[in-house]
Nanobody
Framework: QVQLVESGGGLVQPGGSLRLSCAAS????????IGWFRQAPGKEREGVSC????????YYADSVKGRFTVSRDNAKNTVYLQMNSLKPEDPGIYYC???????????????WGHGTQVTVSS
């Protein structure tokens, strides 16, 4: 059974940092891509970043390029999202999801975690 559990969210001041974790179970992490998505109140869910499986290729939304870094630790079956220089427009529930790379990039992966809340406020 595929399971994804996010952690690491919280309250941070603008300019601060958080590292989100996505712990995977029920499948081999390096066989699939992992994507990070976020949804703010009243807004549609948007893709933030993803990391491929075979070559660890990474993708970022323009809004987070240069500030966020996605990485994976296959030994720990965990994917991370390091978020630096957080801005007031970054808050939301952050979800990780997995599937084949094409579906993750398209925003339609089949397997999702329950999300972790990120709040940016002074």
């Amino acid at each position: 059974q595929v399971q994804l559990v996010e952690s690491g969210g919280g309250l941070v001041q603008p300019g601060g940092s958080l590292r989100l974790s996505c712990a995977a179970s029920g499948f081999t992490l390096d066989a699939y891509a992992i994507g990070w998505f976020r949804q703010a109140p009243g807004k549609e869910r948007e893709g933030v970043s993803c990391i491929g499986n075979n070559d660890d290729s990474t993708y970022y939304a323009d809004s987070v390029k240069g500030r966020f870094t996605v990485s994976r630790d296959n030994a720990k079956n965990t994917v991370y999202l390091q978020m630096n220089s957080l801005k007031p427009e970054d808050p939301g529930i952050y979800y990780c999801a997995t599937d084949y790379l094409g579906r993750v990039v398209a925003g339609t992966p089949d397997y999702w975690g329950h999300g972790t809340q990120v709040t940016v406020s002074s």
